[in-house]
């Protein structure tokens, strides 16, 4: 697969707590990172139709073992738009069942995107039809707005993002173990070389 767009993933656990350590990243399985800290930890795998975007070559995802737990190759076209839907799972995880009580917010933040507009990624809390990919309106963001909010506790919770404008979200809401599901719908455009970084960062919330 031509490499066009890599976005990479960055897994942090941190608290506004005294005495929490830092969780140690380590390598679980093929496609998968994890935290075995005993506080909240998340990582990314492969969703339900992840093999049938990567048939296709629109979708790659390359787990790693440094400072990044991996990057997502996207393939968009200058002609037509590209669709996809529940490609990647967002997993929250913990070892601690009391931990949850502790970390309550989880930030994720776009930043060093050099993506055309219109490359949109969707989080949803339940599998998503083309139907709602194609109908969900973007919330736009500017930096400095506050995060853009993501309510977990809800079946029905769609967001749609656009990458470009380097957006910061928060998911509060979620359970000690849920999948939140990823989607993409990539405007036709130019996509070769572009970029971003997500991070990721458990904290607590007063």
Do not use: C, R
């Amino acid at each position: 697969m031509n490499k066009k767009i890599a976005l990479l993933m960055i897994a942090a656990v941190t608290a506004i707590l005294p005495a929490v350590a830092v969780a140690d990243v380590m390598v679980t399985g093929q496609l998968s990172l994890e935290s075995y800290h005993h506080h909240t930890a998340f990582y990314f795998q492969p969703g339900p139709n992840y093999y049938a975007a990567n048939s296709t070559n629109s979708l790659g995802w390359t787990p790693s073992n440094d400072a990044t737990m991996g990057t997502v190759d996207l393939e968009g076209s200058y002609y037509v738009q590209t669709e996809m839907i529940n490609v990647l799972d967002l997993n929250m995880s913990i070892s601690n069942p009391a931990a949850p009580a502790a970390f309550s917010g989880l930030y994720l933040n776009v930043s060093s995107s050099d993506f055309p507009s219109g490359t949109i990624m969707v989080l949803s809390t339940s599998q998503i039809t083309f139907s709602t990919l194609q109908s969900t309106s973007v919330t736009s963001y500017t930096s400095g707005d506050p995060s853009i909010a993501v309510n977990a506790a809800s079946l029905s919770t769609v967001v749609a993002v656009d990458l470009s404008q380097n957006p910061h979200l928060l998911i509060t809401g979620f359970a000690p173990a849920q999948t939140i599901y990823i989607s993409f719908l990539l405007s036709p455009g130019l996509y070769a070389g572009s970029g971003a970084i997500l991070t990721g960062q458990f904290v607590a919330l007063s």
